[in-house]
């Protein structure tokens, strides 16, 4: 995708690189240090540019070589080379040592890379410490290492920064300890990308070992982006970011930003939108994306797909894809698929999934299935898995244990598992309680239900009731007992609407004595659906005497299913007389069972059928 600004870019690219040039010769220019001492403080505060250019030009004119240097170094600066170049000549004639390494440099911007070499070697015998860097630099484009070593050396001794950070490069390069102390030096005074990349080192020494340098790393990233580094000014804040120093961390990105760091644009947006500022956050992702960043223009994606404004989003996915993005294509395929367009979904699914994207494999292998092409899903749920998908993991176990090949299935639940999937933890709970390693069972079931399982809750809630002591008979004045732990655990599942949860809680709190919460569970479950909930809240009301709502929540039970139920409604209808509705209870109640309940239903029905005979 073309941006709006594509052309203006180029030209001031451009011009960026002019200046870098020119920047580079300035770092390697200097003054002559006779010239500098000869000249009065206070008459050097009260001139002008213009005059002291006169004034080393009379002196120079009457063959003052300091003078010479000065002047020549003044018109290099300004890039007037055929106006430097006799005055450094003479001066270096004279064996200033500043001028030859000047001359050098002006020889180097007009192609005369030999000759230059030739005089910054002459400036850096002399002790030019930027001679010698020069000189290394030099050696060090044209492949001689060892010389470049040399003469970097040579300038990082005599502290000169520029010196110190290209053989600290050099030696990096060549993945060589000393790199470290030159960064080290050349940051100390003041060389900001010395400072960043000394930083960088610390960091990846911090992410690497237990009692690493993050400290440290963050100061330098500081140091770096106090002086404009864009990408330390990232850098740290990132590290503020991760800290919950949000304030400060929006302040680094936005420096960073405001000098043309997409990523911190992109990141500043984030910021943004995390604090409710949407409208600004989308102004940040547009310059980002604009800039390049997939993952900004991934996010304006996002954002105008939750407007429901699907083909901007489009738009915003595919321009995230062109920018290398692959999680651009991936975005296109949820927004197809949202929309019902699964071929559309599955192409783009597949773009991205053969780019490596694991959660495009495991959507991919999801609609596979979905369309009944388990064969062609198996493959893209085990790559998404190798490459580490909980969610395809989790998938290939639901895969495999609907082949009846248990083993294989537990095998990929338990990878997911391990990896903090809830469901996965608790089909291997579910597993170990079928194969009778209840420790093992015990754990993963505490694994699912910290997670927010209700069944796993209710599970291990049964694991932990089934180790209870049968309880004695209730000793008079004895206070009433605390919560257990798998009370604990029912209650978890009930709230989360377990119904067998809700009916164990209403148990256990009649057991306590708690009718009140006995009741109160026994109704949560009953109008959930559960029969068992339905009947024992019929029980508790019945013996409060609320006769008639008990026999409306029996008879739920009882057409759900619940021979108990019955069976107290045929016994209500018998006390009541009604002798050919309590038979009818009694055959739904001899048809539920249990056998106990159907043999007590069919003595009741004969006793009721002779009584309607006699």
Not at 273 to 296: I, P, Y
Not at 525 to 542: D, H, K, V
């Amino acid at each position: 995708m073309v941006f709006m600004g594509d052309r203006a870019t180029l030209l001031e690219t451009g011009r960026f690189v002019q200046r870098h040039a020119r920047r580079a010769a300035e770092d390697i220019i200097e003054a002559a240090e006779a010239a500098d001492a000869a000249v009065d403080t206070t008459t050097a505060e009260s001139e002008t540019e213009t005059e002291t250019e006169a004034r080393h030009r009379r002196a120079a004119e009457n063959g003052d070589a300091a003078s010479m240097s000065v002047l020549g170094a003044l018109l290099l600066r300004r890039g007037d080379l055929d106006g430097a170049e006799p005055y450094l000549r003479g001066a270096t004639a004279e064996g200033d040592r500043a001028a030859a390494n000047n001359l050098g440099v002006l020889l180097h911007q007009r192609g005369y890379a030999d000759e230059a070499a030739g005089w910054w070697r002459v400036a850096a015998v002399g002790g030019s410490a930027a001679a010698a860097h020069a000189l290394g630099r030099h050696h060090r484009e044209r492949g001689d290492e060892p010389a470049a070593e040399y003469w970097l050396r040579q300038s990082a001794e005599q502290g000169h920064a520029l010196g110190a950070y290209a053989l600290a490069d050099l030696l990096e390069h060549r993945s060589d300890v000393g790199a470290e102390r030159w960064l080290r030096a050349a940051a100390e005074q003041g060389h900001r990308e010395a400072a960043y990349r000394l930083a960088l080192a610390l960091e990846r020494r911090a992410t690497e070992t237990p009692d690493g340098e993050l400290a440290e790393a963050e100061q330098w990233f500081r140091q770096a982006a106090a002086r404009g580094h864009r990408r330390a000014a990232l850098h740290l804040g990132a590290i503020l970011e991760k800290r919950g120093e949000l304030k400060e961390a929006g302040r680094w990105y936005l420096n960073s930003a405001k000098e043309g760091e997409a990523k911190a644009a992109c990141a500043l947006g984030f910021l943004l939108r995390d604090a409710g500022d949407e409208e600004s956050a989308a102004v940040w992702w547009l310059r980002a994306a604009q800039d390049g960043d997939g993952n900004a223009a991934n996010a304006l994606g996002a954002l105008h797909a939750a407007r429901g404004e699907q083909q901007t989003a489009e738009r915003w996915y595919r321009a995230a894809m062109d920018a290398g993005d692959v999680n651009g294509a991936y975005n296109l395929g949820l927004l197809c698929a949202a929309q019902d367009r699964n071929q559309q979904a599955e192409q783009w699914y597949r773009r991205a999934a053969y780019a490596g994207h694991r959660e495009a494999a495991n959507a991919l292998a999801v609609l596979l299935l979905q369309a009944g092409d388990a064969n062609g899903a198996e493959p893209w749920f085990s790559k998404a898995a190798e490459a580490g998908s909980v969610d395809a993991a989790f998938n290939l176990g639901i895969l495999y244990a609907g082949r009846d090949d248990d083993r294989s299935a537990l095998t990929w639940y338990e990878r997911a598992a391990a990896a903090g999937h809830t469901e996965a933890a608790l089909q291997v709970g579910i597993a170990g309680l079928r194969d009778g390693d209840e420790q093992s069972a015990e754990r993963h079931l505490r694994c699912a239900a910290g997670g927010g399982s209700a069944e796993a809750a209710f599970r291990l809630a049964s694991v932990l009731d089934a180790r209870r002591p049968e309880p004695g008979p209730p000793a008079l004045g004895a206070q009433r007992e605390e919560k257990t732990e798998c009370e604990e655990w029912y209650e978890r599942a009930a709230q989360q609407g377990h119904r067998r949860a809700q009916v164990r809680v209403g148990m256990l709190a009649a057991g306590r004595g708690d009718m009140a919460q006995a009741a109160h569970w026994y109704r949560e479950a009953a109008e959930a659906g559960s029969r068992n909930g339905a009947f024992n809240l019929g029980l508790l009301l019945a013996r409060e005497g609320s006769e008639r709502e008990a026999a409306l929540w029996w008879t739920r039970a009882a057409r759900a299913g619940h021979g108990r139920a019955a069976l107290r409604l045929a016994l209500l209808a018998a006390r009541r007389g009604e002798l050919t509705e309590g038979r009818r209870w009694c055959a739904r109640a001899v048809e539920l069972g249990p056998a106990e309940v159907a043999e007590r239903a069919a003595r009741l029905s004969e006793a009721l059928h002779q009584e309607l005979t006699a």
